[in-house]
């Protein structure tokens, strides 16, 4: 179908740009601080793993070397033996009160998983680590904590998380059209004021996300032009699984992860199939028994009494349940690995 262009007046071009300019910080603010908490909260087990590995009582230059590249994540680390005496620190200087303070009146906090948690104050987050770690017949307990706090640490920390998100987008939109024998029009950060100025040209605008959601309803109701919700080439996600009868989870944005569920079902009618995110969850997407997760620890709940055969989530997920007996299916999910591909 041959497209008639729309004259672009000033006017024109200063909608589509405040558009614009919504939609990228409605993404960003959305998407900037869980990301950036779940980067941290990556190193922080990282460098618990690297204490594991180490011989506490006998910390050599090594293990020292080791644990000085972990200074620039502006952590504060403890680490006592069960006298509760200082094996290592980041602090200056810790007073006796301060160990009994954070440590050992707090020894029910501590476990070998390393349990994180999230304290929200009034205008910043702080993150904790308290893990136990047994060797030989000592026991030591593990203190970091992360004071996340700085806006500037926080834009550094993820602004490839938007451009990268933006450009997968672009990426995806462009192919299903292509396929389609359309042309795409796909307008975002990173491109000009001829990119924007074209969104007035579009017969259809294809939802991939649900932060952008709002603005495709507004572009329907100011200039008529239609929308759907879909997710391109999501039947490359879907693996070739008998999905017959069994219990599926999907942990992803929600519109990827409703696109699984809907060529799931296509397959298989009779699969029972609950998506879940971190992230925003739009009524007019969600299904009975769909779920926002708050943090890990639901998604691990979950899990163990959902009685799931199939899980889609991202790799770095599957050490979190290590006694799922089902199909793990690495889907990749920038904003909770950091991956590509």
Request: aromatic share 10%.
């Amino acid at each position: 179908m041959r497209k008639q262009k729309t004259k672009n007046t000033p006017e024109r071009k200063i909608l589509f740009l405040s558009l614009l300019f919504v939609c990228m910080v409605g993404i960003y603010a959305l998407g900037c601080y869980p990301t950036y908490t779940g980067m941290k909260i990556k190193v922080m087990h990282q460098l618990y793993s690297e204490l594991q590995q180490m011989e506490l009582a006998d910390l050599d230059d090594d293990d020292m070397e080791t644990l000085n590249e972990f200074q620039k994540e502006k952590f504060e680390v403890m680490v006592v033996n069960e006298a509760f005496e200082q094996i290592y620190t980041t602090r200056t200087v810790v007073s006796q009160d301060y160990i009994n303070k954070h440590i050992a009146n707090k020894t029910e906090y501590f476990n070998e998983k390393a349990t994180i948690e999230r304290r929200k104050m009034e205008s910043r987050q702080v993150l904790f680590l308290r893990g136990k770690i047994i060797q030989g017949e000592h026991i030591y307990y593990v203190y970091i904590k992360k004071d996340v706090q700085s806006g500037l640490d926080i834009i550094e920390g993820t602004i490839w998380y938007f451009v990268v998100c933006l450009a997968l987008v672009t990426l995806f939109c462009y192919l299903w059209m292509k396929k389609e024998g359309k042309e795409a029009i796909c307008y975002g950060m990173g491109d000009g004021l001829e990119a924007v100025e074209r969104a007035s040209e579009v017969g259809k605008n294809i939802v991939v996300s649900a932060a952008a959601l709002e603005v495709a309803k507004y572009l329907e109701k100011t200039f008529g032009t239609p929308y759907e919700i879909g997710y391109p080439l999501v039947d490359e996600l879907v693996s070739d699984l008998d999905y017959n009868g069994k219990k599926v989870l999907v942990v992803q944005q929600q519109v990827m992860g409703t696109a699984i569920r809907e060529e799931i079902l296509k397959q298989a009618p009779d699969a029972q199939v609950t998506v879940a995110s971190w992230f925003m969850m739009k009524p007019e997407l969600r299904q009975e028994g769909d779920l926002h997760l708050r943090d890990e620890d639901d998604y691990v709940e979950l899990v163990e009494k959902g009685g799931f055969d199939v899980i889609y989530a991202d790799h770095c997920m599957e050490r979190m349940t290590p006694k799922f007996a089902g199909i793990f299916v690495d889907t990749v999910h920038f904003a909770v690995s950091g991956r590509l591909a």
